[in-house]
């Protein structure tokens, strides 16, 4: 095969480390004239454009962005294929929302073409809005998920994904059983798992739309796959939590009801976690499970405010969601402005080098995925992003008064959106152009 070799010159930033865990300045690497060298769909150089251009052919081709940044393709980890067409649905909180609004907008899923429709316009929202990689929830039929992938495999996409299993406590029209979501899930993950970039994730709704028959079978599906996924939600919401309580008495709390299925692992990643106690915090990140951090959504529906420090205390792993429909937007930019907020009400700070993290390789390590996505460093997924300085003209004009990469880094998650994204990578192919 010819070796197809491009380069990207602009300035370029990502992340190292957490810096909870390092501090800010050891967290990031910053080149202000930097260029990325992409072979074959990885990362094969990075550093600064000075260093680097006088060893690499003279007749290299060369894309040279003015007023430009260069970031990992963001990563979603949790967020709802089946809910596009219900984002920013009014007036309630989560169980009456399901009830209201969500089950009958993923009803319409059970036809085949109205999957493929969505599963079109929801990859095309990921990647107008730079998500590279996603952990996504499709509706309890397996053709939402096999739409998704086979869109997602036409473009070599980095993705994760399940069928929900739900067969209790939803309307009939929207319920499998124990045996048949083991069965079809079985079915997807050989389809997909492993395939390309794609990845299958086991995907409990949440406990009380799942007997215990049900997740004892999503824990044994775990066990006779490596490497699979499993996603699920837990403690979002006060009332949720409380019903869970009443549906299983004989657990000791939420999550222990998920440990007892042997749902969690270092593959598995519950989203929400508000409410979670320091003890449930502790086990998570004992088993070295990980937590999506989904603000839009905790505030759109009235959940409450996710504690990040309690878990930066526990080391435990945390990325970053949209939680579409819960949630209100595609953008992780978006995401992090709400963040800042949700840290703001709490007396607390999130520095703009914690949110590139938390959107970047705080997400592929919640992933396990840090050594493909997540960073630009050599050898990795050529999955990258451009944001534009002059995406729009307040942009442009607040850009100009910004002092360092600190403060471009914070207004731009501030201000950005879907219109900051000029162009998506993926596996070094452009898959978006704004
Ligand atoms: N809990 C169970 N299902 C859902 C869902 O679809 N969205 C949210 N935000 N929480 C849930
Ligand atoms: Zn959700």
Known sequence: MPLTRKAYRAAIL????????????ASYEYFEDGLLVIENGRISALGHAGDLLPRLPADIDITHYQDALITPG?????IHLPQTGMVGAYGEQLLDWLNTYTFPCE???????????????????????????????????????????????KLDLRMIAGKVMM????????????????????????????????????????????????????GQLLGEYPDLYMQTHISENKQEIEW???????????????????????????????HLCDEE?????????????????????????????????????VGLGTDVGGGTSFSLLQTLNEAYKVMQLQGARLSPFKSLYLATLGG???????????????????????????????????????????????????LGDDRTVLQTYAAGNRVHQR
């Not at 079985?186 to 389809?191: F, N, S």
């Open 14 to 25: 990502h992340s190292l480390a957490d810096p909870a865990e390092v501090g800010i300045e």
């Open 74 to 78: 963001l990563i979603d980890t949790h």
């Open 107 to 153: 009803s319409q899923f059970a036809d085949k073409a109205h999957a493929e429709e969505v599963a079109d316009v929801f990859i095309k929202e990921l990647l107008r809005n730079g998500t590279t990689t996603a952990l996504v929830f499709g509706s309890v039929h397996p053709q939402s998920v096999n739409a998704f992938f086979e869109a997602a495999e």
């Open 167 to 218: 067969d209790r406590n939803a309307p009939d029209y929207l319920t499998d059983t124990a045996e048949s979501s083991y069965q079809q899930s079985k079915a997807l993950i050989e389809r997909w798992h492993g395939k390309g970039r794609l990845h299958y994730a086991v995907t409990p709704r949440f406990a009380p739309t799942s007997t215990p028959e049900q997740l004892a079978l999503a």
């Open 244 to 274: 869970v309580k009443a549906l299983f008495p004989e657990r000791d709390g939420y999550l222990d009801v998920y440990d007892h299925y042997k749902l969690l692992g270092e593959r598995s990643v519950f989203a929400h976690g508000v």
């Open 281 to 317: 915090c502790a086990r998570l990140a004992e088993t070295g499970s990980a937590v999506a951090f989904c603000p839009t959504s905790n505030l759109f529906l009235g959940s409450g405010l996710f504690n990040l420090p309690m878990a930066e205390k526990h080391k435990l792993n």
């Open 364 to 414: 592929a390590r919640a992933l396990r995925l840090e050594d493909r996505i997540g960073t630009l460093q050599p050898g990795t997924d050529a999955d990258f992003i451009v944001l534009d300085y002059n995406a729009t003209p307040l942009l442009s004009y607040r850009l100009k008064q910004a002092n360092n990469i600190a403060e471009t880094l914070f207004v731009l998650m501030t």
